[in-house]
């Protein structure tokens, strides 16, 4: 079946410019998770959906960061006002809401440079 | 807060090779542990698990054990192969509802024939 989608794969941004990275999950799938991943690093936390719910956002590092989820499927990332600090590779997660362990299914990223 | 330490790499080895890579974690609570590994040019695609302290996760030859008293996670493989190249990732979920993954800084490791 199919796994879980994101577009467009790269991207690149001139510093000012907003972008908006897409997340298609796997159907059927509740939960919706964002990471980003900067250059040699691990991923780390951004933001958490249930449904259309966004339960976390707590990882977000400023308020120029917005995603959402409207109806419960596909889920958008956008980035305002992009900075030369925000090039990383965007990572979007899906999970079965009631899977004990917890597996996250990953895309395979958008990298955004930002010029 | 939550947070992992993984030994950073590259590490280079010989197939056939034993493999270990450290992982020591710090969190609240009971939390789940995880090793993700991402091939080249692909995504991150979970290896193994272990949801319980002793619990031993394994997969494709991989083991590691969760050890609740040193708090670790290590991974280990007996005999690598070349297409075991990639980089590997440590990771923990601190909530039992399942909630987000706290990753370790990625171990990459390098397998000549």
């Known amino acids: 079946g199919a796994g879980v989608s994101q577009s467009p794969r790269y991207k690149v941004a001139k510093r000012g410019q907003d972008v908006a990275l897409r997340c298609d999950p796997i159907s059927g799938h509740v939960s919706l998770f964002w990471y980003q991943q900067a250059l040699g690093q691990g991923p780390e936390f951004l933001t958490y959906f249930q449904n259309e719910a966004q339960l976390d956002k707590s990882g977000l590092p400023s308020d120029r960061f917005f995603a959402e989820r409207p109806e419960g499927s596909v889920s958008t990332l956008k980035i305002q006002r992009t900075q030369q600090e925000d090039s990383a590779v965007y990572l979007c997660?899906?999970?079965?809401?009631?899977?004990?362990?917890?597996?996250?299914?990953f895309g395979p990223g958008t990298r955004l440079t930002v010029l | 807060g939550d947070s992992v330490t993984q030994m950073e790499g590259p590490v280079t080895l010989s197939e056939e090779a034993f493999l270990t890579i450290n992982c020591t974690y710090t969190?609240?609570?009971?939390?789940?542990l995880f090793w993700y590994v991402q091939y080249p040019g692909e995504g991150l695609q979970l290896l193994l698990k272990?949801?319980?302290?002793?619990d031993k996760g394994s997969n494709k030859g991989f083991e590691a054990t969760y050890r609740k008293e040193t708090t670790s996670f290590h991974l280990e493989k007996g005999s690598v192969q070349v297409s075991d190249s990639a980089v590997y990732f440590c990771a923990l979920s601190a909530d039992a509802a399942g909630n987000k993954l706290t990753f370790g800084g990625g171990t990459r490791v390098l397998v000549k024939p």
């Open positions: 997660a899906s999970t079965v809401e009631r899977d004990p362990y917890n597996e996250q299914f």
């Open positions: 272990a949801t319980k302290a002793d």
């Open positions: 969190a609240t609570g009971y939390p789940s």
